[in-house]
């Protein structure tokens, strides 16, 4: 759609035709050089002289340079359909457990007994693409913590990314300290809203950071962390005898008191459906729509068609 931005500018079109009608002609001083054959001008081709078609030309063409002038002065823009925009959102980090302990096979999904890796990648998932607004990324840890998906508003690559996960990807072993380490790194820099939500069923067995720690230099840094705990407390074998790590609820929940977030527990698939719903809750999406029109300046037209014309004038008046 053509629109133009200072409009008002088309106040100045009358202002030639205000000026020559108020303003009182310039006064032409008296020709120094006497000419005494005055008859010969007589004798002038029609239109040179004051009032024939050569003045009435140019007056058309300065007349429309001057419109053009204005219309230039008035900025045409040609308005583009609205774009939405990525909303400004908060910076949120999942970090994930990628433990041997996480093979356990006691949660349900569709009826079906699935490890705990594979329930968080259903109902995290899920969370995820309902975090539109929000720069999402994804750390996945065992012996040691890696960034496998940046801070980014695609959301579906970091859906696609903790689907292709699999356990012990990065060890058998469980850095919680190093997780929020590496958190903290990530979002040093950045401004407004970070939040770290971190998913374990074990305790800090590897790493070089302490968890508690680690979990002061974040309250420094102004991250709030939401501890899940996954799983029974003890992991069991198939032959129900327990094994593995025990899960450390005391450290995710002092993790989460220092930097001011909340520890929550999943036993099974429901549960842990109704944390992620919770945490949707404790840090809303926002839901304001933002867009923006693409604009397009035409002004630069109408100002080199004045420049032309107006070249076309003093051309016409040069003439002999």
Excluded: C
């Amino acid at each position: 759609m053509l629109e133009f931005a200072w409009p008002w500018f088309f106040l100045a079109l009358p202002l030639p035709w205000l000026v020559r009608r108020w303003l009182p002609p310039a006064q032409r001083p008296e020709a120094a050089l006497r000419v005494p054959f005055l008859e010969d001008f007589d004798r002038l081709p029609a239109g040179v002289g004051a009032g024939g078609a050569g003045s009435r030309l140019q007056l058309w063409l300065a007349a429309l340079a001057w419109l053009l002038l204005v219309v230039a002065a008035a900025r045409p823009q040609w308005q583009g359909k609205p774009v939405p925009v990525p909303l400004a959102g908060r910076d949120l980090l999942l970090a994930v457990d990628l433990s041997g302990s996480m093979a356990q096979r006691d949660f349900i999904v569709g009826n079906q007994r699935v490890d705990r890796l594979t329930a968080t990648k259903v109902v995290a998932g899920q969370f995820i693409a309902r975090r539109r607004g929000d720069r999402v990324g994804l750390i996945l840890f065992g012996d040691r913590a890696y960034l496998q998906a940046p801070l980014t508003h695609d959301l579906k690559t970091v859906e696609k990314l903790l689907d292709e996960a699999f356990i012990t990807m990065a060890g058998q072993k469980t850095a919680i300290g190093d997780a929020i380490g590496l958190a903290i790194k990530r979002l040093r820099h950045k401004k407004g809203d970070k939040v770290l939500i971190l998913m374990s069923d074990g305790e800090n067995t590897a790493g070089e950071m302490d968890p508690l720690q680690a979990a002061r230099l974040a309250r420094e840094e102004g991250l709030k962390i939401y501890t899940i705990g996954i799983g029974s407390e003890r992991p069991v074998d198939l032959f129900g005898m327990a094994g593995g790590s025990a899960l450390d609820e005391r450290t995710l929940k002092a993790i989460a008191r220092i930097t001011g977030g909340r520890y929550f527990r999943a036993r099974d698939t429901r549960e842990l459906m109704e944390i992620y719903r919770t945490i949707d809750q404790l840090e809303p999406v926002e839901n304001d729509k933002r867009v923006y029109r693409p604009v397009d300046e035409y002004f630069w037209w109408p100002l080199g068609g004045a420049l032309l014309l107006a070249l076309g004038v003093a051309w016409r008046g040069s003439r002999p």
